[in-house]
């Protein structure tokens, strides 16, 4: 979340993912803090979490797709079905690789040392995430008044140059 860039206060924020994996689950579990519990499936709490692990002895890659969403877990499974709804896993990284390359292509240096671009690229696709859109095929969650609006929903943050500086050191 990136709750830390900006000084608001949201108390019923929420999101919500699914992730689907191409191969079944030697072991899950949660945890809560330091404390383990193989086998459960949920959790809830402050420093609440999952795991799986997979059977991978025969270097088998295991591929995976998350859904997420600010409305529901319902509207994240579909969010996934949407966005990603193939196991081709070079098909959507082609096809994140043009959108990016489209959007980065905007500006253009030159005189730059490769450093320089680096940081300048870096900072411009951070800049980039920005506006976001929370928009959810029709619909959105506002965390102002903790309820689902149809329609679209763009929210502007603010950031300064944070991301520049961290990317320079």
């Known amino acids: 979340m990136d709750a830390h860039l900006i000084d608001l206060a949201l108390p019923h924020f929420k999101g919500y993912f699914v992730v689907k994996f191409?191969?079944?689950?030697?072991?899950?579990?949660?945890?809560?803090?330091?404390?383990?519990?193989?086998?459960?499936?949920?959790?809830?709490?402050?420093?609440?979490?999952?795991?799986?692990?997979?059977?991978?002895?025969?270097?088998?890659v295991v591929e995976a797709k998350v859904g997420t969403s600010f409305i529901s877990i319902g509207q994240a499974r579909r969010n996934l079905q949407l966005e990603v709804p193939s196991w081709n896993f070079e098909s959507v990284r082609a096809q994140l690789k043009q959108t990016w390359n489209q959007k980065l292509a905007a500006a253009s240096i030159e005189g730059a040392s490769e450093d320089q671009r680096g940081i300048f690229y870096t900072a411009l696709y951070h800049a980039l995430l920005y506006p976001k859109l929370f928009s959810e095929h029709g619909r959105y969650y506002s965390a102002f008044d903790d309820k689902v609006h149809r329609g679209c929903r763009t929210r502007l943050i603010r950031c300064g140059t944070r991301f520049a500086r961290k990317t320079a050191y």
């Open 22 to 60: 191409n191969a079944g689950f030697r072991s899950h579990g949660v945890y809560l803090g330091a404390d383990v519990h193989r086998g459960m499936g949920t959790a809830q709490g402050p420093n609440a979490g999952g795991y799986v692990t997979f059977e991978t002895s025969e270097n088998q």
